[in-house]
């Protein structure tokens, strides 16, 4: 393999890390810290884990 081709192949994958660091860093403050309208402004999380009636009564 050419020198420009491994060059290549290290900077698209430096890339790709890159943005999967990004959209998991994203996924998780979507699911755990963004409150969501369609969900009685809870997180996805607070439902999936059954955590609305504790913040329900903490907040109420």
Do not use: C
């Not at 994203?26 to 999380?45: D, F, G, K, V």
């Amino acid at each position: 393999m050419s020198q420009n081709n491994e060059r290549r192949g290290k900077v698209n994958f430096t890339i790709l890390k890159n943005l999967s660091e990004l959209w998991g860093s994203l996924w998780i403050r979507y699911n755990n810290h963004r409150s969501h309208e369609s969900l009685n402004n809870l997180t996805p999380a607070d439902v999936y884990w059954g955590r609305p009636e504790r913040i329900t009564e903490k907040n109420g």
